[in-house]
T-cell receptor, first 112, second 116 residues
Framework: SQQGEEDPQALSIQEGENATMNCSYK?????LQWYRQNSGRGLVHLIL?????REKHSGRLRVTLDTSKKSSSLLITASRAADTASYFC????????????FGEGTQLTVNP | DGGITQSPKYLFRKEGQNVTLSCEQN?????MYWYRQDPGQGLRLIYY???????QKGDIAEGYSVSREKKESFPLTVTSAQKNPTAFYLC???????????????FGDGTRLSIL
Protein backbone atom coordinates (compact mmCIF):
# COMPACT_ATOMS: atom_id res chain seq x y z
CA SER A 1 0.00 0.00 0.00
CA GLN A 2 1.16 3.54 -0.71
CA GLN A 3 1.48 5.60 2.41
CA GLY A 4 3.31 8.59 0.97
CA GLU A 5 1.33 11.31 -0.73
CA GLU A 6 3.01 14.09 -2.65
CA ASP A 7 1.63 17.54 -3.14
CA PRO A 8 1.26 19.02 -5.66
CA GLN A 9 0.81 16.29 -8.26
CA ALA A 10 2.23 18.62 -10.92
CA LEU A 11 4.25 21.82 -10.73
CA SER A 12 5.33 24.11 -13.56
CA ILE A 13 7.82 26.92 -12.94
CA GLN A 14 10.31 29.13 -14.78
CA GLU A 15 14.04 28.57 -14.73
CA GLY A 16 15.66 30.26 -11.76
CA GLU A 17 12.60 29.92 -9.52
CA ASN A 18 12.46 27.66 -6.48
CA ALA A 19 10.37 24.49 -6.48
CA THR A 20 8.82 23.05 -3.33
CA MET A 21 7.26 19.62 -3.12
CA ASN A 22 5.58 18.15 -0.07
CA CYS A 23 5.13 14.59 1.14
CA SER A 24 2.89 13.22 3.87
CA TYR A 25 2.96 9.75 5.34
CA LYS A 26 0.96 7.74 7.86
CA UNK A 27 3.14 5.42 9.96
CA UNK A 28 6.19 5.92 12.16
CA UNK A 29 9.29 5.93 10.04
CA UNK A 30 12.95 5.03 10.26
CA UNK A 31 13.86 7.39 7.43
CA LEU A 32 12.41 9.21 4.44
CA GLN A 33 14.07 9.34 1.04
CA TRP A 34 13.58 11.45 -2.07
CA TYR A 35 14.13 10.08 -5.56
CA ARG A 36 14.07 11.60 -9.01
CA GLN A 37 12.88 9.90 -12.20
CA ASN A 38 13.49 11.22 -15.69
CA SER A 39 10.92 10.13 -18.25
CA GLY A 40 11.27 6.44 -19.14
CA ARG A 41 14.22 5.89 -16.82
CA GLY A 42 14.90 4.37 -13.44
CA LEU A 43 14.87 6.26 -10.16
CA VAL A 44 17.90 8.11 -8.86
CA HIS A 45 18.38 8.62 -5.15
CA LEU A 46 18.64 12.27 -4.11
CA ILE A 47 18.70 12.47 -0.34
CA LEU A 48 17.91 10.43 2.78
CA UNK A 49 16.80 12.01 6.04
CA UNK A 50 16.57 9.99 9.22
CA UNK A 51 13.72 10.28 11.70
CA UNK A 52 15.93 12.09 14.22
CA UNK A 53 17.00 14.73 11.69
CA ARG A 54 15.00 17.86 10.88
CA GLU A 55 16.81 19.26 7.86
CA LYS A 56 19.35 18.15 5.32
CA HIS A 57 21.07 19.86 2.40
CA SER A 58 22.72 18.55 -0.75
CA GLY A 59 23.79 21.13 -3.32
CA ARG A 60 20.62 22.95 -4.46
CA LEU A 61 18.40 20.52 -2.56
CA ARG A 62 17.00 21.12 0.91
CA VAL A 63 14.85 18.53 2.67
CA THR A 64 12.96 19.05 5.88
CA LEU A 65 11.23 16.45 8.03
CA ASP A 66 8.53 17.05 10.63
CA THR A 67 7.77 13.74 12.34
CA SER A 68 5.07 15.30 14.52
CA LYS A 69 3.12 16.22 11.38
CA LYS A 70 4.32 13.17 9.45
CA SER A 71 5.44 15.34 6.57
CA SER A 72 8.51 16.27 4.56
CA SER A 73 9.32 18.85 1.95
CA LEU A 74 11.86 18.99 -0.86
CA LEU A 75 13.06 22.39 -2.00
CA ILE A 76 15.02 22.80 -5.21
CA THR A 77 16.58 26.24 -5.43
CA ALA A 78 17.46 28.13 -8.61
CA SER A 79 15.82 25.50 -10.78
CA ARG A 80 17.11 24.57 -14.23
CA ALA A 81 15.39 23.04 -17.25
CA ALA A 82 17.40 19.87 -16.53
CA ASP A 83 15.53 19.52 -13.20
CA THR A 84 12.39 18.59 -15.16
CA ALA A 85 11.46 15.13 -13.86
CA SER A 86 9.15 13.29 -11.47
CA TYR A 87 10.08 13.41 -7.82
CA PHE A 88 9.04 10.72 -5.34
CA CYS A 89 9.24 10.46 -1.61
CA UNK A 90 9.62 7.01 -0.07
CA UNK A 91 9.56 5.90 3.53
CA UNK A 92 11.16 3.10 5.49
CA UNK A 93 8.93 2.29 8.42
CA UNK A 94 10.22 1.15 11.77
CA UNK A 95 8.96 -2.38 11.10
CA UNK A 96 9.65 -2.81 7.38
CA UNK A 97 13.35 -3.62 7.41
CA UNK A 98 14.66 -2.20 4.14
CA UNK A 99 11.33 -2.03 2.30
CA UNK A 100 10.44 1.32 0.76
CA UNK A 101 6.88 2.62 0.39
CA PHE A 102 6.57 5.17 -2.39
CA GLY A 103 4.25 8.09 -2.87
CA GLU A 104 2.53 8.96 -6.15
CA GLY A 105 5.11 11.56 -7.13
CA THR A 106 5.23 15.20 -8.24
CA GLN A 107 5.81 15.97 -11.90
CA LEU A 108 8.04 19.06 -12.06
CA THR A 109 8.38 21.01 -15.30
CA VAL A 110 10.96 23.79 -15.43
CA ASN A 111 10.43 26.06 -18.41
CA PRO A 112 13.50 27.71 -19.99
CA ASP B 1 31.14 0.80 -13.56
CA GLY B 2 28.91 -0.92 -11.03
CA GLY B 3 25.21 -0.88 -11.59
CA ILE B 4 21.98 -2.68 -12.29
CA THR B 5 21.16 -3.95 -15.76
CA GLN B 6 17.62 -4.73 -16.78
CA SER B 7 16.77 -6.45 -20.02
CA PRO B 8 15.08 -6.25 -22.36
CA LYS B 9 14.16 -2.57 -22.47
CA TYR B 10 10.87 -3.36 -24.25
CA LEU B 11 8.93 -6.62 -24.11
CA PHE B 12 5.68 -7.77 -25.66
CA ARG B 13 3.54 -10.55 -24.28
CA LYS B 14 0.94 -12.62 -26.09
CA GLU B 15 -2.19 -13.99 -24.45
CA GLY B 16 -1.45 -16.99 -22.24
CA GLN B 17 2.29 -16.46 -22.40
CA ASN B 18 4.75 -16.26 -19.51
CA VAL B 19 7.59 -13.77 -19.95
CA THR B 20 10.73 -13.29 -17.87
CA LEU B 21 12.39 -9.96 -17.13
CA SER B 22 16.07 -10.01 -16.31
CA CYS B 23 17.78 -8.04 -13.53
CA GLU B 24 21.52 -8.31 -12.90
CA GLN B 25 23.63 -6.27 -10.47
CA ASN B 26 27.39 -6.10 -9.98
CA UNK B 27 27.25 -3.92 -6.86
CA UNK B 28 27.60 -6.90 -4.49
CA UNK B 29 24.31 -5.87 -2.91
CA UNK B 30 22.43 -8.33 -0.72
CA UNK B 31 18.82 -7.29 -1.23
CA MET B 32 16.98 -6.93 -4.51
CA TYR B 33 13.50 -5.66 -5.33
CA TRP B 34 10.96 -5.67 -8.15
CA TYR B 35 8.51 -2.81 -8.56
CA ARG B 36 5.67 -2.12 -10.94
CA GLN B 37 4.93 1.43 -12.10
CA ASP B 38 1.72 2.36 -13.90
CA PRO B 39 1.46 5.63 -15.86
CA GLY B 40 1.53 8.71 -13.65
CA GLN B 41 1.78 6.66 -10.48
CA GLY B 42 4.31 5.67 -7.87
CA LEU B 43 6.05 2.33 -7.48
CA ARG B 44 4.39 -0.74 -6.01
CA LEU B 45 6.44 -3.60 -4.61
CA ILE B 46 5.98 -6.98 -6.29
CA TYR B 47 8.64 -9.20 -4.67
CA TYR B 48 11.87 -8.73 -2.77
CA UNK B 49 14.79 -10.87 -1.72
CA UNK B 50 17.14 -10.12 1.13
CA UNK B 51 19.49 -13.07 0.64
CA UNK B 52 20.14 -15.78 -1.93
CA UNK B 53 17.50 -18.55 -2.06
CA UNK B 54 15.02 -16.47 -0.11
CA UNK B 55 12.32 -14.05 -1.24
CA GLN B 56 9.10 -12.52 0.05
CA LYS B 57 5.91 -11.28 -1.55
CA GLY B 58 5.36 -7.57 -1.74
CA ASP B 59 2.04 -5.76 -2.06
CA ILE B 60 1.06 -7.00 -5.54
CA ALA B 61 2.67 -10.45 -5.97
CA GLU B 62 -0.30 -12.21 -7.59
CA GLY B 63 0.49 -13.28 -11.15
CA TYR B 64 4.24 -12.91 -10.70
CA SER B 65 7.05 -15.25 -9.65
CA VAL B 66 10.75 -14.79 -8.88
CA SER B 67 13.88 -16.77 -8.10
CA ARG B 68 17.14 -15.82 -6.40
CA GLU B 69 19.68 -18.51 -7.16
CA LYS B 70 22.62 -16.12 -7.37
CA LYS B 71 23.39 -12.94 -5.47
CA GLU B 72 23.77 -11.01 -8.74
CA SER B 73 20.52 -12.07 -10.38
CA PHE B 74 16.82 -11.67 -9.55
CA PRO B 75 14.62 -12.52 -12.56
CA LEU B 76 10.90 -11.75 -12.56
CA THR B 77 8.40 -13.92 -14.44
CA VAL B 78 5.10 -12.35 -15.40
CA THR B 79 2.75 -15.30 -15.71
CA SER B 80 -0.43 -15.67 -17.75
CA ALA B 81 -2.33 -15.31 -14.46
CA GLN B 82 -1.41 -11.60 -14.42
CA LYS B 83 -4.32 -10.25 -16.44
CA ASN B 84 -3.13 -6.66 -16.65
CA PRO B 85 0.65 -6.85 -17.10
CA THR B 86 1.12 -3.67 -19.13
CA ALA B 87 3.39 -1.49 -17.00
CA PHE B 88 6.94 -0.28 -16.45
CA TYR B 89 8.92 -2.72 -14.29
CA LEU B 90 11.84 -1.54 -12.19
CA CYS B 91 14.46 -3.58 -10.39
CA UNK B 92 16.45 -2.20 -7.47
CA UNK B 93 19.09 -3.33 -5.03
CA UNK B 94 20.42 -2.22 -1.68
CA UNK B 95 23.54 -2.80 0.34
CA UNK B 96 23.01 -4.48 3.68
CA UNK B 97 20.00 -6.70 3.00
CA UNK B 98 17.81 -6.98 6.06
CA UNK B 99 19.80 -4.24 7.77
CA UNK B 100 19.94 -1.91 4.75
CA UNK B 101 17.08 0.32 5.76
CA UNK B 102 19.31 3.38 6.01
CA UNK B 103 20.84 2.87 2.59
CA UNK B 104 19.51 4.24 -0.69
CA UNK B 105 18.14 1.86 -3.28
CA UNK B 106 19.88 1.69 -6.66
CA PHE B 107 17.62 1.25 -9.68
CA GLY B 108 17.94 -0.18 -13.14
CA ASP B 109 16.49 1.61 -16.16
CA GLY B 110 13.40 -0.55 -16.34
CA THR B 111 11.58 -2.84 -18.75
CA ARG B 112 8.40 -1.68 -20.44
CA LEU B 113 6.00 -4.59 -20.91
CA SER B 114 3.03 -4.44 -23.26
CA ILE B 115 0.39 -6.90 -24.41
CA LEU B 116 0.24 -7.80 -28.10
Amino acid sequence: SQQGEEDPQALSIQEGENATMNCSYKTSINNLQWYRQNSGRGLVHLILIRSNEREKHSGRLRVTLDTSKKSSSLLITASRAADTASYFCATVSQTSGSRLTFGEGTQLTVNP
Amino acid sequence: DGGITQSPKYLFRKEGQNVTLSCEQNLNHDAMYWYRQDPGQGLRLIYYSQIVNDFQKGDIAEGYSVSREKKESFPLTVTSAQKNPTAFYLCASIRGGLYGGNQPQHFGDGTRLSIL
